[in-house]
């Protein structure tokens, strides 16, 4: 990769060390010192739809869903669905999208759930993902509809057809969103026989016309783990329940459960974390202190639960985008880096990214490469 380009991005990275260590939720990550962005990569596609976390699959291509939008075939407002399955097949600069699940012209086959996702998994060929309730009767919904229950969904057709789980989590389990942990190609190279949720604690943020937002303050995340042959039983999920002799613990009561991320300036229920494994580095991204402004954080750990370290955390000024401003707004909202374009050596990655704007400009697909910055 073009070093030269690279550098254009480094005042965001520079500027976040210069900020006191009381701003920052944990302290700077001793493996990555930050990430460096190659604008020049950057593509935007199914302008419209947003989310997007993308899992990969046993067949090798990547999936994802999408929300409010028409997907790769459509526009904002053309083929529009409430929930969308996208496949991608190739490489990181040379993929396509295809709409395996959306409306009834364009798709494989029509879209009838109704609702958003923000995490999804594969898992012995079968596709899983939380999925959150749109408006009660109608299609389109806004946050406080989404955050009425977290529902987990699954496919054993690639995305062709969805059933639910008979049981939820809710804002009364003091749970709501649902990110998953990626490891490798359809769960491979995983650290051991369980697939692990991030569950966001609500404590709901409303923006200046009194609507609620998808940030929660204050900001904790808790982690629930499940046998990969027994996902969608209720009864076989544990929860972290704290550290014993340096040692996870874990427990099957919700009143046990206690958070592995905390951060005061609030988190974002879309949440999503990836293995790096040519770093042994679990990274995490969310947003903080301002719903769909850019507010980036990205944290790494050598665990699941943490101990979780900062390596980048964007401020007032360096809001995700503030050195590509002509073609990416102060508007992403969420963040992730699929397994299977992360390289060998762990040292690069693909971005994808999305965010708001009524149709226009980060409410779509985005993918940009990036390098991470090494300490060693």
């Not at 046998?227 to 009864?235: G, N, P």
């Amino acid at each position: 990769m073009n070093s030269r380009r690279f550098a254009l991005s480094l005042p965001l990275f520079l500027s976040y060390f210069l900020c006191s260590a009381q701003e920052l939720p944990y302290p700077p990550s001793p493996a990555i010192k930050g990430i460096g962005i190659d604008w020049a990569t950057h593509q935007r596609h199914a302008q419209g739809s947003d989310n997007f976390q993308l899992t990969w699959a046993d067949d090798g291509h990547l999936y994802g869903i999408w929300g409010d939008g028409g997907g790769f075939a459509g526009t904002n407002n053309k083929y529009r669905v409430s929930f969308g399955v996208a496949r991608i097949e190739g490489g990181a600069d040379d993929y396509t999208g295809y709409d395996r699940y959306g409306h009834k012209e364009t798709a494989e086959f029509e879209a009838t759930v109704i609702g958003k996702s923000w995490g999804m998994i594969s898992v012995r060929k079968n596709l899983y993902a939380w999925v959150h309730p749109d408006r009660e009767g109608g299609m389109w919904g806004n946050w406080e509809d989404h955050h009425r229950e977290s529902r987990l969904f699954v496919s054993k057709d690639k995305g062709a057809s969805w059933q639910p789980a008979d049981w939820a989590f809710t804002p009364g389990d003091g749970l709501i969103g649902g990110g998953i942990l990626q490891f490798g190609r359809d769960y491979s190279g995983a650290r051991d026989k369980y697939v692990y949720h991030y569950l966001v604690q609500p404590g709901f943020h409303r923006n200046g016309k009194g609507q609620v937002t998808e940030l929660q303050v204050p900001g904790r995340i808790y982690l629930a783990r499940v046998s990969k042959k027994k996902i969608m039983k209720r009864e076989s999920y544990e929860f972290f329940a704290g550290l014993s002799e340096g040692r996870a613990a874990w427990s099957k009561e919700l009143k046990d459960k206690k958070p592995v991320f905390e951060d005061k300036n609030g988190v974002g229920t879309p949440v999503a974390v990836s293995y790096n494994p040519g770093l042994k580095r679990y990274l995490l991204t969310t947003e903080h202190s301002k719903p769909e402004a850019g507010m980036m954080g990205i944290f790494d750990s050598p665990e699941p639960w943490g101990p979780w370290s900062v390596v980048s955390y964007a401020g007032e000024e360096t809001w995700f985008g503030h050195d590509h401003a002509e073609a990416v707004p102060a508007n992403c909202f969420f963040w992730c880096f699929p397994t299977k374009w992360i390289s060998g050596d762990g040292g690069s990655a693909v971005m994808v990214f999305t965010g708001a704007g009524g149709g226009n400009n980060n409410d779509s697909f985005n993918t940009v490469r990036v390098k991470f910055l090494l300490s060693r």
